[in-house]
């Protein structure tokens, strides 16, 4: 049943709203204390922090939706504090972590990192970034992702810097990326690979693992993240299914 606008205006709904996107806004704090563990050259807890950073983002939007934020507190514009947000935790803090932990040669990371900022800017400022039917144009910038299997997989940094131009490069590319929790074409299954690789991963950067259970964690985390990327493939062979609207509140990358 819709709440009548007596109750939308009430204190109690109003106070929810704020509080939701001060929730939201603990984004950039969680961006610091990564930056701060960065600083310390303490990885595995950079990345813990960088995860929690996208459980904020992955749950933010449902208590957005539930609040009613742009009916209770539309002095905010939830959409652009969670892109500010994510630019910080899945950009910024990422591209310090791979300059810092020298995942790239140490005379060329300035310049890559330059190139991280300029692509990810793109995407972010870009007002197609997703299609109605919710897949991203292009690599969506998710740096986090990109840095963690750098760390992971040590290829070493001159492989590292060509990855990282790989990216750069897909950012500007006509092809998809799906997003899990927004894209209605696989029904409960993109969701649940989704939550799969954020369980994989989660676990992987617990320490003390036996090496065969750290080496099937990483196997789980990077074979579920490769059929993620193959559902955007698809999209980009196929073409659209049908459209679906957009959401306008907090949750740009995640619901």
Do not use: C
Request: charged share 15%; net charge neutral; aromatic share 14%.
């Amino acid at each position: 049943m819709d709440e009548s606008p007596a109750s939308q205006r009430s204190p109690a709904g109003i106070a929810a709203a704020w509080l939701v996107h001060a929730f939201t806004a603990t984004g950039a704090v969680i961006a610091i204390l990564a930056l701060m563990a960065i600083d310390r050259g303490d990885w595995r807890l950079a990345f813990l922090w960088l995860g929690v950073a996208l459980v904020v983002d992955g749950i933010d939007g449902s208590f957005a939706r539930w609040a009613r934020v742009k009916e209770r507190a539309p002095r905010i514009d939830g959409t652009v504090l969670d892109l500010v947000i994510d630019y910080l935790n899945y950009v910024f803090v990422p591209t310090a972590l791979i300059w810092k932990a020298e995942l790239v040669p140490a005379g060329s990371a300035w310049w890559l990192a330059a190139l991280i900022q300029l692509a990810s800017l793109y995407v972010f400022a870009r007002a197609d970034m997703k299609t109605e039917d919710h897949y991203f144009r292009g690599f969506p910038g998710l740096w986090n992702v990109v840095a963690l299997y750098l760390f992971a997989v040590q290829p070493g940094p001159g492989a590292g810097a060509a990855i990282v131009l790989v990216f750069v490069l897909l950012s500007f590319a006509p092809i998809h990326f799906v997003h899990p929790f927004r894209v209605r074409d696989y029904g409960f299954w993109s969701p649940a690979l989704a939550t799969f690789w954020a369980a994989a991963t989660g676990a992987m950067l617990w320490p003390d693992w036996p090496a065969a259970v750290e080496r099937g964690l990483f196997l789980a985390s990077a074979a579920s993240a490769i059929l993620l990327v193959l559902l955007g493939l698809v999209r980009t062979l196929r073409g659209p299914r049908g459209t679906v609207g957009t959401d306008g509140e907090h949750g740009t990358f995640l619901p």
